[in-house]
Nanobody, 115 residues
Framework: VQLVEYGGGLVQAGGSLRLSCAAS????????MNWFRQTPGKAREFVAA????????ITADSVKGRFAISRDNTNNTVDLQMNSLKPEDTGVYYC?????????WGQGTQVTVSS
């Protein structure tokens, strides 16, 4: 099982980034997918979630209207489109797969938003 996040980087406040998470080693379409983020000294924070088929999604209040989650069950990827980025969005972003009584995490990708 492997989850690999990419697309992080350094961006100015107000800018955009698109994160992707590539999944392998499990039946991707059977798992709900989530994005979390974490900054040093803080607990991992929920950002967004999408159902197995992709019909429903939710985002945290802190990113609502700015971030959007989507998935491609053909290519086994889940994306996080991040717009109007703020310095407080800085952190390591992780994707998580949940399903079949299991959950898996990626290694994370760093997002840094400068003011």
């Amino acid at each position: 099982v492997q989850l690999v996040e990419y697309g992080g980087g350094l961006v100015q406040a107000g800018g955009s980034l698109r994160l992707s998470c590539a999944a392998s080693g499990f039946t991707f379409s059977s798992y709900a997918m989530n994005w979390f983020r974490q900054t040093p000294g803080k607990a991992r924070e929920f950002v967004a979630a999408i159902t197995r088929g992709g019909a429903d999604s939710i985002t945290a209040d802190s990113v609502k209207g700015r971030f959007a989650i989507s998935r491609d069950n053909t290519n086994n990827t889940v994306d996080l489109q991040m717009n109007s980025l703020k310095p407080e969005d800085t952190g390591v972003y992780y994707c998580q797969a949940v399903g079949e009584g299991r959950n898996y995490w990626g290694q994370g990708t760093q997002v840094t938003v400068s003011s």
